[in-house]
């Protein structure tokens, strides 16, 4: 869909165009869950904070104002509704979920599974890092964005985005006794 399509999908789905929107959004949809699913590291969660998406995308549309692109700002929707199921997630860690939880990870045996566990405890480590690490990790390293562009989309300065990447590459080499990751 090129800018100028997309741009015109946006004003009627901000009418109220129910078609328009849904044409928005199926268009939209593999980014959305493919960034959750980097997010949460599971299917079952990505799905979740996809649909949590659907729906805030829905009550924000509105909202956009062709200030930046509409991707920028649909990563940050994204991006926030990730850290609100976190957050609602960690709310609920009685041991029946912590064993549903276990039971949500792959085998060993399936396919891309060493590089699912490897990148959920890369995550766990700069979740730790503190706030924004996740996400601009995510942005630069896993969605291929450069530090202008994950800084657009996140809204701070791009020597913020630098700085970030430049703390996590050196605190995960000092977590790791001096050798690269």
Same mark, same amino acid.
């Given at each position: 869909m090129d800018v100028a399509h997309q741009q015109e999908m946006i004003r009627q789905a901000q009418a109220g165009n129910a078609a328009a929107f849904e &044409? /928005?959004?199926d268009h939209?949809?593999?980014l959305i869950y493919r960034f959750a699913y980097k997010w949460c590291g599971?299917?079952?969660a990505a799905e979740d904070v996809a649909q949590l998406v659907c729906i805030k995308l829905a009550? &924000? /549309?509105a909202q956009f104002r062709f200030e930046s692109a509409f991707t920028s700002w649909l990563y940050r929707i994204v991006i926030n509704c990730a850290k609100d199921w976190q957050k609602a997630e960690q709310r609920h860690t009685s041991a029946a979920d912590e064993r549903a939880d276990v039971d949500a990870e792959p085998s060993a045996n399936a396919p891309n599974a060493e590089h699912h566990?490897?990148?959920s405890q890369l995550l766990s480590r700069i979740d730790h890092m503190?706030?924004?690490f996740r996400e601009t990790a995510l942005l630069v390293h896993s969605e291929g964005f450069n530090h202008r562009e994950a800084a657009d989309i996140l809204g701070v300065k791009e020597s913020t985005i630098s700085w970030r990447i430049h703390e996590i590459r050196k605190r995960l080499t000092s977590e790791d006794g001096g050798q690269s990751s």
């Amino acid at each position: 869909m090129d800018v100028a399509h997309q741009q015109e999908m946006i004003r009627q789905a901000q009418a109220g165009n129910a078609a328009a929107f849904e &044409s /928005l959004l199926d268009h939209h949809y593999d980014l959305i869950y493919r960034f959750a699913y980097k997010w949460c590291g599971n299917a079952a969660a990505a799905e979740d904070v996809a649909q949590l998406v659907c729906i805030k995308l829905a009550k &924000s /549309l509105a909202q956009f104002r062709f200030e930046s692109a509409f991707t920028s700002w649909l990563y940050r929707i994204v991006i926030n509704c990730a850290k609100d199921w976190q957050k609602a997630e960690q709310r609920h860690t009685s041991a029946a979920d912590e064993r549903a939880d276990v039971d949500a990870e792959p085998s060993a045996n399936a396919p891309n599974a060493e590089h699912h566990i490897y990148l959920s405890q890369l995550l766990s480590r700069i979740d730790h890092m503190g706030e924004g690490f996740r996400e601009t990790a995510l942005l630069v390293h896993s969605e291929g964005f450069n530090h202008r562009e994950a800084a657009d989309i996140l809204g701070v300065k791009e020597s913020t985005i630098s700085w970030r990447i430049h703390e996590i590459r050196k605190r995960l080499t000092s977590e790791d006794g001096g050798q690269s990751s």
